[in-house]
């Protein structure tokens, strides 16, 4: 049974940091990876995609990389900002059903 | 490009009042689509989802239902609610197994 866990629950930043976020998953033969983010009641926006076959993707800022064999994903942002802070919930999917299991999120916050 | 809707985007009701969600999908067809519930403090617990037209599968033993009258809506129901039924919900679809992108969200609370 898949499991995805996301550490820290929260973290605090200076504006202009790169920082990480961290996602490990307990099932290797998981087919994608996707990265939300959640800003205070709205919906989750989807980030990034890493499917089974990538390594990693990247949007402006943003790179997610997917390490299959160590049940690790990460979150990369560079030169964060404000406009930054928000729940970031990674989310995998294994098994032939097609859901996708949720981490419980890591809440940012990003100081001007 | 996809569109999907939610709608109401609040909603106050009494407790045992009935309970009709919609969430709609423009953009394509034939997709995977999901019902999943976000209690406050707490992370997201899929709730219903459905691979086609009057196929449903639920994940949670609950006084909630699902509907799938069309190929892009999907509706939750209930016939009578419980205080505990108070959260955020949120519809997502999905072109393919593995890969979800949701609505907005219907803030729900049960008075």
């Known amino acids: 049974k898949q499991e995805v866990t996301q550490i820290p629950a929260a973290l605090s930043v200076p504006e202009g940091e790169n920082l990480v976020l961290n996602c490990s998953f307990t099932d290797s033969a998981i087919y994608n990876l996707q990265w939300f983010r959640q800003d205070p009641g709205k919906g989750l926006t989807s980030l990034l995609l890493?499917?089974?076959?990538?390594r990693e993707q990247t949007s402006g800022r943003l790179n997610a990389s997917l390490d299959k064999s160590s049940g690790r994903s990460t979150l990369y942002i560079a030169a964060s900002q404000p406009g930054d802070s928000a729940t970031y919930l990674c989310a995998g999917g294994s098994g032939n059903t097609g859901k996708l299991i949720f981490g419980q999120g890591t809440t940012l916050q990003v100081k001007p | 490009s996809q569109t999907i809707h939610q709608w109401p985007a609040t909603l106050v009701q009494p407790v045992g009042s009935p309970l009709s969600l919609e969430c709609t999908v423009e953009?394509?067809?034939?997709?995977?689509l999901y019902w999943y519930r976000q209690a406050a403090g707490r992370g997201l617990q899929l709730l219903f989802y459905?691979?086609?037209?009057?196929?449903i599968s639920s994940e949670v033993p609950q006084n909630l239902s699902a509907s799938r009258p069309q190929d892009r809506q999907f509706i939750l129901s209930s016939k009578k609610l419980l205080l505990s039924d108070s959260g955020f919900y949120l519809c997502?679809?999905?072109?393919?197994?593995?890969?979800?992108?949701f609505g907005p969200g219907t803030r729900l609370t049960v008075t």
């Open positions: 997502a679809w999905s072109p393919k197994f593995h890969e979800q992108y």
């Open positions: 953009g394509t067809s034939n997709p995977n």
């Open positions: 890493i499917q089974s076959s990538q």
């Open positions: 459905s691979v086609g037209i009057g196929q």
